[in-house]
């Protein structure tokens, strides 16, 4: 039951990124405002060099793409709940010995689906009407220019529209682990989570195959934050205390709880007499009567384990250090490394989450 129980938490992270828009905004900083010191805070230079520059109006700064191969991009957690069809307005000075291109990559997974090219214009409104077929999760928008010519775009805006009707739709490519699915056919894998809680999800194993040798049907490591935790096939035993996990044999300790590899169960398994299994990383807030990404240690935070104990704080060791790199997660217990790594808020659409560190992983009392 653990186990049926965490998959519906990992499901239910994964489709908390639907509906994904800011009232129908699909791009943040449409007007390119936000500047972190030289660099956009809401876009990033995926090669190239960008300046901030002046455009018709000397007090809307425009990013002029400054170079012969400069490319800016942008991640966007739309997806086919929230529309089929986006319409994408642009106002740009672009030189004829320019050409800039909107490239359309749907789930952000470095294929490019569709390209439509910006024209030579100074200051011209520019619109585009996208239509996206069927089931999916994301979109990377790049504006890409080659050339020695000027172009500097001034104002960017994506929203969802009702007017692509009749209009040949972009056909995604297969998506890879994590990403939404319908069909089995929309997946790399060729599976979409059939028979599986992660019915939504395209998978890497389903449970109804062996996966390899020394291999065993877990959690795998996102690899987007507009995907879920992915089912794959992962290494049996590979799993560190605190790290994400579906089932015990991909923990090195043996024991998953709450869907986070641990040294004991909630029903005391793991425990001698007079200890009780407790979450080591406290939560705001249970599900189902458990903490969840969160291990679970004997009397955790007690301060009771010896030289060598398994620990996640320094609380849970009588010498008050438990040595071992610094656990980093989102709000859904994937690792993170920066609030970027993690799925976009709830309180903003567009806003990635937080990257909280929370404890220590595959720590041992020193």
């Known amino acids: 039951m653990k186990k049926i129980i965490w998959t519906m938490v990992v499901v239910a992270a994964a489709g908390s990124q639907l509906g994904s828009t800011d009232c129908g905004q699909v791009l943040r900083d449409p007007s390119f405002d936000l500047w972190c010191g030289d660099h956009l805070c809401a876009w990033k230079v995926e090669r190239g060099q960008i300046a901030k520059v002046p455009t018709w109006n000397q007090g809307d700064p425009g990013v002029e793409l400054d170079g012969s191969d400069v490319a800016i991009e942008q991640l966007s957690p739309v997806n086919n709940i929230d529309t089929q069809c986006i319409e994408f307005d642009l106002i740009a000075d672009v030189d004829e010995t320019a050409e800039v291109d909107l490239n359309i990559d749907v789930f952000g997974d470095g294929s490019v689906e569709h390209s439509e090219r910006i024209p030579t214009s100074h200051w011209k409104p520019v619109s585009f009407l996208l239509p996206i077929q069927g089931t999916y999760s994301g979109i990377r928008f790049e504006l890409a220019k080659h050339g020695s010519g000027r172009a500097v775009i001034a104002q960017v805006q994506a929203q969802t529209s009702d007017q692509c009707g009749g209009l040949p739709a972009i056909v995604p490519a297969p998506a890879p682990d994590g990403a939404a699915c319908s069909a089995p056919s929309g997946c790399r894998s060729g599976l979409c989570g059939a028979g599986t809680l992660f019915a939504d999800q395209c998978v890497g194993c389903d449970g109804t195959g062996p996966c390899g040798a020394g291999q065993v049907c877990g959690l795998g490591d996102p690899t987007s934050p507009v995907f879920g935790i992915p089912l794959e096939c992962v290494a049996a035993g590979a799993r560190q205390l605190g790290d994400n996990c579906y089932a015990d044999a991909e923990c090195a300790t043996g024991i998953c709880t709450a869907g986070a590899c641990s040294t004991c169960r ?7 007499a007079g200890q009780t299994c407790q979450a080591a990383w406290p939560q705001p807030a249970s599900f189902m009567g458990f903490y969840w990404h969160t291990p679970y240690l004997c009397n955790a935070g007690a301060h009771q384990g ?19 790199p610094a656990r980093q997660q989102c709000d859904d217990g994937r690792a993170c490394a920066t609030a970027a790594d993690c799925p976009f808020g709830d309180h903003n659409g567009l806003e990635n989450g937080p990257c909280n560190t929370v404890g220590v992983q595959g720590g041992s009392c020193q």
């Open 306 to 324: 010896a030289a060598g104990a398994a620990c996640a704080s320094d609380d849970d060791c009588a010498s008050a250090n438990c040595a071992g």
């Open 266 to 272: 909630t029903d005391g398994t793991g425990c001698t």
